[in-house]
Structures are given as structure tokens and as C-alpha cells.
């Protein structure tokens, strides 16, 4: 094979190696606070996160007794839009539940 033809070849696979590259991934997380109601946090879970009920009430309880739970694991643009939807459910009912994302 020529140097040419192993450059191609190189670069070939160096093309095929970079499509395959997963995404990073994103913990979402919910925090505890003293006003949001349990049922409030498990709607959330359930709604926006597509939870069972039951594991949208471990899910809780971990925010409740733990202060902190991991609601799901996505990539940045649906891990961004999740964080902003609990913000908008929450102040449309005046809940200070808060909801942060960070990186895997």
C-alpha cells in the first residue's frame, strides 16, 4: 500500500472513531426545602421525568431525607430543558423547588 492510500486509510478510521463518541450526560437533581409539598415533587418526577409512582416516591423520599435526589441522567439539551420545565411548573405554583443540572 502506498503512503497515500494510508494516509486515506488513517483518516478513515479516525472519521469512524469520532462518530461514535457518546455525548456527556448530565445528573438532574432535585433539592430539598421546607414548602414544597411531597405530592408536589412526585407530580414533577412522574410528569416531567416519566417516573413510575413508585419511583417517583423513592425518588422524594431520597429529596426529602437526603436532601438531594437524581431525578434522571440526559444529555445537555434535554437535561436544560427538564431543569427549565420544574422551574416553570414550580413557579406556577409557587413552589421554591429547585432543580439543578451537572455534568456526569
Known amino acids: 500500500m502506498s503512503d497515500k492510500e494510508n494516509e486515506i486509510r488513517l483518516e478513515h478510521l479516525l472519521e469512524e472513531e469520532i ?53 434522571g441522567m440526559y444529555t445537555r439539551e434535554i437535561a436544560e430543558t427538564k431543569v427549565l420545565r420544574v422551574a416553570e411548573l414550580a413557579t406556577k405554583e409557587e413552589y421554591p423547588l429547585k432543580c439543578t443540572m451537572e455534568p456526569e
Not at 461514535?20 to 421546607?34: K, T
Not at 416531567?48 to 437524581?70: D, P, R, T, Y
Open 19 to 71: 462518530a461514535v463518541v457518546r455525548p456527556r450526560m448530565y445528573r438532574v437533581i432535585l433539592h430539598n426545602d421546607d414548602y414544597t409539598t411531597m405530592e408536589f415533587v412526585i407530580s414533577i418526577l412522574m410528569g416531567v421525568f416519566h417516573k413510575s409512582e413508585a419511583e417517583a416516591a423513592h425518588i422524594m423520599l431520597n429529596v426529602h431525607k437526603k436532601g438531594v435526589g437524581l431525578a
